[in-house]
């Protein structure tokens, strides 16, 4: 009898489930797995959080408010959720979920789930925090293992058997074990980027052809150049492949990667390394304040602010805020070259000084600056001008 009754309700369960529509069987699935108790407690808090932050306003006010957006923000919820779980999910794989979560232990991880995931808000946090400090001490120790004796032996029989090469001054050298183990580090390590720095890979050609290197590969910036000789490295030739750090352009801790790229073999990953104060941007204002001038035409005479380039590193101007709208502006998104100019163009607008009722004029423009040239990676703000009119 027992059986039959468990029988006639799984049958009656199949049926109504059949008998749903797609869009009502993700509803029942959201119901089901918990996303919409989570929702509604959501909706109460941030309820809760105004209600206490609005002390003079009624009770009644309050649940009325819930009311109404709980059932707006779900409605809302329901047709932002159910066409995704429609493109993710096919029919029957909702049946299924649908009877896990009906299931003794699918309510259970919807019962279980919300205080689980409570409780691991606070380790979870400290856990994060101690993940970025050990990922940032990595980094800062990086390329600082020595190699002992038999570790360089093997990278130089095994660099030579590979290459053709046989490096003669490898002890001047790092071999970059935190990085694919076996590649070579030129470290330039710390130095005050007031001049060029050069570290020579002394090789000898071991191989039975000549040897030619073209220009390396994964090469982004100009602070590393090379001068490898214009011929080909002959059989049995020593030859000095220069790397240097170009004063000029280097900047910062930079660990980085190239490909030495020989006409024989195998390319050559090499490690580069080096530690080089930032440089500061170096400029020099024409003028920071103008005075205005009465309008008589509907728009002013250009008023000009001059940017001349006085330092090494380049530069470009990424923003300008105004803090009133009567003015148009034009300036170069050029990035500008160490000596070079560039004019900041501000034309002020009677109609919108009309537009805004503002009658004593007092305009300030806030210029931001960023190192390095434009669109490119590395580049960071790290200067604003204060201009004004008035």
Not at 33 to 39: A, L, Q, V, Y
Not at 150 to 178: A, C, M, P, T
Request: charged share 30%; glycine share 4%.
């Amino acid at each position: 009898m027992r059986n039959n009754l468990i029988f006639a309700f799984l049958t009656l369960f199949a049926f109504q489930l059949n008998a749903q529509s797609l869009d009502e069987k993700i509803e029942n699935l959201l119901e089901l797995d918990g996303t919409i108790s989570n929702i509604e407690t959501l909706i109460t808090q941030t309820i809760e959080y105004q209600k206490q932050s609005n002390s003079g306003i009624s009770d009644n006010y309050w649940e009325s408010l819930e009311k109404k957006v709980r059932e707006k923000s779900l409605d809302e919820l329901k047709t932002i959720v159910t066409p995704i779980y429609s493109k993710h999910y096919t029919e029957t794989e909702i049946d299924n979920l649908i009877t896990f979560f009906n299931s003794k232990t699918g309510k259970l991880i919807t019962e279980k789930q919300p205080i689980i995931l409570e409780e691991l808000n606070l380790p979870l946090m400290q856990w994060s925090q101690n993940l970025g400090s050990y990922v940032i001490e990595e980094i800062e120790n990086k390329g600082k293992k020595e190699s002992n004796p038999d570790e360089i032996e093997k990278f130089r029989i095994e660099f030579k058997s590979k290459y053709g090469l046989q490096i003669l001054n490898l002890n001047e050298l790092k071999i970059d074990q935190e990085n694919n183990i076996g590649d070579l580090l030129v470290d330039f390590g710390k130095s005050d980027g007031k001049k060029d720095l050069t570290k020579i890979i002394r090789i000898k050609n071991n191989s039975n052809k000549e040897i030619t290197f073209n220009k390396p590969t994964f090469l982004i910036d100009d602070d590393i150049s090379f001068d490898w000789g214009k011929k080909p490295i002959k059989v049995g030739e020593i030859r000095e492949l220069k790397i240097i750090l170009n004063a000029q352009h280097a900047e910062g801790g930079k660990y980085s990667f190239i490909s030495l790229n020989p006409s024989e073999g195998n390319n050559i990953p090499i490690g580069i390394k080096y530690n080089v104060p930032h440089k500061e941007l170096s400029f020099k204002v024409s003028k920071t304040k103008l005075k205005f001038i009465e309008l008589k035409q509907d728009l002013s005479a250009p008023y000009l602010f001059v940017i001349k380039n006085t330092g090494e590193k380049q530069f470009y101007i990424s923003n300008i805020e105004i803090d009133k709208k009567i003015a148009y502006l034009n300036y170069s998104k050029e990035t500008i070259e160490s000596n070079q100019e560039i004019e900041i163009r501000v034309v002020i607008s009677k109609d919108l000084m009309e537009k805004h009722k503002i009658k004593d004029l007092k305009l300030n423009l806030k210029v931001d600056l960023k190192k390095g040239e434009r669109d490119r990676f590395l580049g960071f703000a790290n200067e604003t001008i204060e201009l004004k009119i008035e």
